[in-house]
């Protein structure tokens, strides 16, 4: 038997033995296993039993899959924010790290910050399929039997905020100057989240079904999530280095792409298909659900920002100006 075989084999018995464990057992259950395939490891027959259109539309089913490769991206999105909130060395009971540093260091966190920054660069860059890829008369049909559900309602992309900046950079611009030199709670910020706005019938200006939905199903969960991530959200994270690592060139630069890629770019592709699929000249088409997609949509609205302290004055009062004027009403 090779010396390389023999050294993996007692490495093997090793960590078996850290948990009490007896490896020729497992080496019975190794030569017992199948191979493993490609279609089991990525579980696809069970992904492809996943759309479920609820009307004949074709285009549909285009709706139902970009939606769902979103959720699937905000989760890798996530995963990569998880990393940089509760860096530490991890040893796990094989004794391994895993990949994990024993601190925030500014190359690491730079890397993960622009592992996000590729996933939205992704999302938004593939909108097109949504902004140009469908039918509009057949959206406009078929969305009338998804009400009230929107895409408003994705708790991933609200995740996603809180774990990148301080809940009151969240709060309705119009609303947060109350807040000066207090300490509010969670409880009491997330009454005046700037989503709300979105979130009213146009009429009436009450709570539409899908905020009153979206507010039973996930408060509790935001809440708590805000709560965990108070100290170590990205820009508290940020604000932790040490003064020459927050001047790391590269880590500015990605911080600034994460802004621009979640609170400009993003948003204002979404708001190119409601231009596309819901603008008349008669008169505008409500969002499912009845949201005011006119006014939570564009960022120069909201003014939304995670790290407020990295832009200068000027680039926060053109805030998402300049991507409207190129991309949607250039014609």
């Known amino acids: 038997m090779e010396n390389a075989i023999i050294e993996k084999i007692k490495l093997l018995e090793?960590?078996?033995?850290?948990?009490?464990?007896?490896?020729?057992?497992?080496?019975?259950?190794?030569?017992?296993?199948?191979?493993?395939?490609?279609?089991?490891?990525?579980?696809?027959?069970?992904?492809?039993?996943?759309?479920?259109?609820?009307?004949?539309?074709?285009?549909?089913?285009?709706?139902?899959?970009?939606?769902?490769?979103?959720?699937?991206?905000?989760?890798?999105?996530?995963?990569?924010l998880d990393q940089i909130a509760h860096n530490g060395l991890d040893?796990?009971?094989?004794?391994?790290?895993n990949g994990w540093k024993e601190k925030l260091d500014p190359e690491f966190f730079a890397e993960r910050v622009n592992r996000i920054n590729r996933y939205f660069e992704a999302l938004t860059k593939s909108f097109e399929?949504?902004?140009?890829?469908?039918?509009?008369?057949?959206?406009?049909?078929?969305?009338?039997?998804?009400?009230p559900a929107s895409g408003f309602q994705s708790a991933q992309y609200r995740l996603i905020e809180m774990s990148c900046s301080d809940f009151i950079n969240l709060v309705d611009k119009e609303q947060r100057a109350q807040f000066d030199g207090k300490t509010p709670s969670f409880e009491e910020l997330f009454k005046h989240i700037y989503w709300n706005k979105g979130a009213t019938e146009m009429s009436s200006g009450k709570k539409t079904l899908t905020l009153n939905q979206f507010e039973k199903k996930y408060t509790e969960k935001f809440i708590a999530h805000a709560t965990e991530y108070k100290d170590k959200n990205v820009w508290q994270k940020y604000k932790s280095l040490p003064e020459s690592d927050q001047q790391n060139p590269k880590l500015i630069n990605a911080l600034k792409h994460l802004d621009i890629n979640v609170n400009v770019n993003w948003p204002l592709m979404h708001y190119k298909s409601a231009v596309r699929y819901l603008q008349q000249k008669e008169g505008d088409?409500?969002?499912?659900?009845?949201?005011?997609?006119?006014?939570?949509?564009?960022?120069?609205?909201?003014?939304?920002?995670?790290?407020?302290?990295?832009?200068?004055?000027?680039?926060?009062?053109?805030?998402?100006?300049?991507?409207?004027?190129?991309?949607?009403?250039?014609?």
């Open 14 to 80: 090793d960590k078996y033995a850290q948990m009490g464990q007896d490896l020729s057992s497992y080496l019975d259950g190794l030569l017992l296993s199948n191979y493993l395939t490609y279609w089991d490891y990525t579980k696809v027959d069970t992904l492809l039993t996943l759309q479920t259109p609820k009307t004949d539309f074709p285009d549909e089913l285009i709706f139902i899959i970009y939606h769902q490769i979103t959720e699937l991206y905000f989760k890798l999105s996530l995963h990569e």
């Open 91 to 97: 040893i796990k009971s094989n004794g391994h790290n």
């Open 285 to 331: 088409v409500p969002a499912t659900g009845g949201t005011n997609w006119q006014k939570y949509l564009p960022p120069r609205f909201q003014k939304r920002i995670f790290f407020p302290d990295i832009w200068t004055p000027e680039e926060k009062e053109e805030w998402g100006k300049g991507w409207v004027e190129t991309n949607v009403y250039k014609s």
């Open 129 to 147: 399929i949504m902004v140009d890829g469908m039918e509009k008369e057949q959206f406009l049909r078929y969305r009338m039997a998804l009400l």
